[in-house]
């Protein structure tokens, strides 16, 4: 059975900005996305490379991390543009973590950078959990 956790579209638009790797770490690959981040996506040549290799990526993601209820875009939506308030673990259920991320702005930025590397391990653990129930 095909699961399809990623999406292909959020994938492009975030390679617009791919040369701070956040498309890496929405595919699950937080190596490379720390790479590209340092280095401006390899000075731009690994950054151009990734708009041929995203569909690879996206599928690599779907077979991957596990599908269910929580979905990894708006997980990921969330912790991009509001991760400093943590709406991305109140939304997996994390209450109080996300309750200590909204009162010391996302545990004083560390647990962000943390979340990027960590979020679709997060987010699949949970959806794994919601199926056992």
């Known amino acids: ?32 996305g720390t790479i590209w981040f340092f280095t401006f996506g390899l000075l731009g040549i690994g950054w151009l490379i990734d708009l041929f290799l995203i569909p690879s990526m996206d599928r690599e993601a779907d077979l991957r991390f596990q599908a269910g209820p929580y979905d990894y875009t708006v997980a990921w939506l969330l912790l991009t543009f509001l991760g400093i308030f943590g709406l991305h673990r109140f939304y997996m259920g994390k209450w109080l973590t996300g309750l200590l991320y909204l009162c010391t702005a996302g545990f004083f930025l560390i647990g962000v950078l943390v979340d990027f590397w960590t979020l679709n391990e997060q987010v699949s653990i949970k959806n794994s959990e919601s199926l056992r129930r």
């Open 1 to 32: 059975m095909h699961q399809d956790t990623h999406s292909k579209l959020i994938g492009y638009l975030l390679w617009i900005f791919g040369f701070l790797g956040a498309h890496r770490f929405y595919y699950g690959k937080p190596v490379t």
